[in-house]
């Protein structure tokens, strides 16, 4: 998959150069929105790292390659770089390629507990590379990895057994005489076989059930029959640059496994040039925010693009310290959208990669960017005014419930993804809990004044009592949020969310008491698990207005942390559809 749309950011003042990178035994933890990793300390160790002199994309859309040698020097880095053309490869498809050097004795494929956990250290070298001297970094999903020998295959085929979230893709050869695959968790990986391997193709046909296998430019593709994006390839045709291009070009680059459940799941990449998205980098043509340069993408099914019949209209806002593409990737709204024949909009928050969600005077306001937005798209498509609709995701969850609240007449439905109403209860002072000018404390009464998100909701709602359909989604180990879940504390601030929302639609507040009866600790009007693998706690609230509509959702996902589920996403469309905007104010449910 080739694919120009995301755009070149991150330029390493080592561009072009191979160099030689600290790995901290300690340093066995990154955490950043979305990215994190963690796993167990070891020694203090080192790695050769390649930063494309062309560029790299955001972290949120990096790749990182690692290539497994059992020789640690420099000059055998070097002459992998060459004799496969990483170095021409990582320039054109600009990712990073690192070089983990073995300690002595070579790697530790049988997991002797007497020498280092090498599947640790491959976790500490990702952990390293936002402070590194390279100064590029990649996102967690897609960790690749390339084996040269029979060594660095039993290795890799150990990380894949034992701990599959941290290997997104492996290309292996054969192994060692006395290696013995691990019985490990049996879940799924992608994988490319460039030697002739009975035991990995076993291995592989065990892990990923391929419903079918078929021939491909001269490899075998099994296809697993559930989800088509886990595939392995068996070619046999030996380790060559021409190899490793087609394995780019057929695996990696279609590869991402997101950390939203124990093991990880492989998600179909979106190719945004062949999509047809629509970008708009920088663009001031808004005329909003004295001018200020916006960014947003747009996805326009073809069949709306030739119709006059018009259509919803869905913004999808990013998390806090993320980019819209990678925003698209993650929820996946565009294929819904095409699917369901309607229009998404994926912007770029103004300044620091993070919403404006309280609408402080300080900033360029996202509020007024979303509005000139539905303004544009207006003039350019058959937008139907009465069905436009807000999702995001962590900080654009924040901002999803902010702008439902301060713009009821616009906004027929939300769809939040694992964070609070925070732009309506704090304001960006109380949120960050930052100084103020010259290292001063904020006061007390600068902490508590009320947002314009706040002020603006309030005063809509004064005389005009507006209902919202919402449905509220997390993960039952995202503990973004006081104490997390399940829900205990009174003072939890999902908890006054939820009551916010509840008495907008005019759904009976009462006071929380913990039950045991779901996962969640929360009790509703309706509650019921969802999905073949019962893996949804979705609890259902019904307003009290005539027709007993069920106007407030919350869904919560089993096993998944910081993240989303596809499955979230259907249901939630599956929610809000059915909800337009009259010009009164009022709603109208269609079945």
Request: charged share 25%; glycine share 8%.
């Amino acid at each position: 998959m080739r694919d120009d749309l995301n755009e070149l950011e991150r330029f390493s003042p080592y561009g072009g150069e191979l160099i030689l990178e600290e790995v901290a035994g300690a340093n066995n933890e990154f955490k950043t929105a979305e990215n994190s990793v963690s796993t167990a300390k070891g020694a203090d160790r080192d790695m050769y790292s390649y930063v494309p002199k062309s560029g790299c994309p955001d972290a949120k859309q990096g790749q990182v390659l690692f290539v497994l040698r059992s020789d640690a020097s420099k000059e055998s880095a070097e002459e992998a770089l060459k004799n496969y053309g990483l170095d021409a490869l990582a320039e054109d498809r600009h990712f990073t390629v690192l070089f983990p050097n073995p300690v002595e004795g070579g790697w530790n494929y049988n997991q002797d507990p007497a020498r280092e956990d090498d599947m640790s250290f491959f976790v500490r070298c990702f952990a390293a590379l936002p402070k590194s001297k390279g100064g590029v970094a990649g996102f967690n999903g897609m960790m690749f990895y390339i084996a040269l020998d029979e060594a660095g295959s039993a290795m890799l085929t150990t990380l894949s057994a034992v701990h599959p979230i941290d290997c997104a893709a492996m290309m292996i050869g054969r192994y060692p005489a006395d290696y013995v695959i691990p019985e490990g968790v049996k879940q799924s990986q992608v994988a490319w076989l460039y030697e002739e391997n009975k035991a990995a193709e076993e291995y592989l046909k065990c892990v990923n059930t391929p419903a079918c296998c078929e021939e491909k430019d001269g490899v075998t593709v099994c296809t697993n029959g559930v989800n088509n994006n886990i595939r392995h390839f068996v070619s046999c045709a030996g380790l060559s640059t021409e190899e490793i291009c087609k394995a780019w070009e057929m695996m990696f680059s279609e590869a991402r496994r997101w950390r939203n459940d124990t093991y990880g799941t492989y998600q179909e990449r979106t190719n945004f040039t062949e999509w047809g998205f629509v970008p708009h980098i920088k663009d001031t043509s808004l005329g909003v925010n004295d001018g200020f340069a916006h960014t947003w993408f747009e996805y326009v099914p073809e069949e709306v693009k030739n119709s006059d019949k018009k259509v919803p209209l869905l913004f999808y806002f990013h998390g806090g310290n993320c980019i819209p593409l990678y925003g698209a990737e993650q929820s996946d709204w565009h294929r819904v959208a095409k699917d369901n024949g309607f229009i998404v909009v994926y912007p770029k928050a103004s300044t620091m990669k993070r919403w404006n969600c309280w609408d402080d005077p300080n900033e360029p306001s996202d509020f007024a960017f979303v509005m000139a937005l539905i303004e544009h798209m207006k003039k350019l498509y058959p937008v139907d005014e009465t069905r436009i609709y807000a999702s995001g995701f962590s900080m654009g969850s924040m901002m999803t419930n902010a702008l439902c609240c301060a713009y009821p007449e616009v906004f027929a439905g939300g769809a939040a993804f694992n964070a609070q109403n925070l732009g309506y209860f704090k304001n960006a002072k109380s949120t960050f809990g930052a100084l103020g000018m010259g290292g001063k404390p904020y006061t007390e009464e600068e902490l508590n004044a009320p947002s314009h998100c706040k002020e603006m909701a309030d005063e809509k709602n004064k005389d005009h009592k507006y209902r919202m359909p919402l449905i509220q989604n997390s993960g039952l180990l995202d503990a973004l949020g006081v104490n997390g879940w399940p829900i205990k504390d009174a003072d939890n601030i999902w908890l006054q969310t939820f009551d916010y929302w509840k008495d907008f639609n005019n759904i009976p507040v009462t006071p929380f008491v913990y039950s045991d009866e779901y996962e969640t600790g929360l009790t509703a009007d309706a509650s019921c698990y969802e999905g073949e693998d019962q893996r949804f706690i979705h609890h259902i609230w019904y307003s009290q207005d005539e027709g007993h509509l069920p106007l407030y959702q919350v869904m919560v996902a089993k096993r998944m942390p910081h993240a989303v589920d596809l499955r979230q996403i259907r249901f939630a469309w599956d929610f809000i559809r059915h909800y337009s905007r009259n010009a009164d104010g009022t709603l109208t449910y269609t079945e």
